[in-house]
């Protein structure tokens, strides 16, 4: 049960400290409006240049680049799961516990 809420707060703490960091959601969105319409209306008269991959090698090392992000994040996720459980199991055992004499 521990392990769980342990989890569930860390996951928060990612979701709320993610909103901070990426401008396109959360918070960080909504004092950007004025500033996101002033650089449109710049931007409508400059020439567009639209970034993309120019070969397959280029979009192929996209994919695979998000592919080992993800992969990473799920066996942190995994070890900490480890660590818990291990945790959780010496506090079962009275491992740490100061005994009394």
């Known amino acids: 049960m521990l392990r769980w809420k342990i ?21 960080a969105q909504q004092g950007r409006q004025e500033e996101q319409n002033e650089k449109i209306q710049v931007k409508n008269n400059q020439e567009k240049i ?11 090392g996209i994919y695979v680049y998000v592919a080992w992000m993800w992969i990473a994040i799920f066996v942190l996720i995994y070890i900490l799961r480890l660590k818990i459980k291990e945790v959780d199991r010496l506090y079962k055992l009275r491992f740490l516990s ?3 004499k």
């Open 50 to 60: 639209i970034p993309s991959p120019k070969n397959i090698k280029e979009s192929t």
């Open 98 to 100: 100061v005994k009394k």
């Open 7 to 27: 989890f569930l707060v860390l996951f928060l703490l990612i979701a709320f400290f993610h909103s901070f960091f990426i401008p396109e959601f959360g918070f």
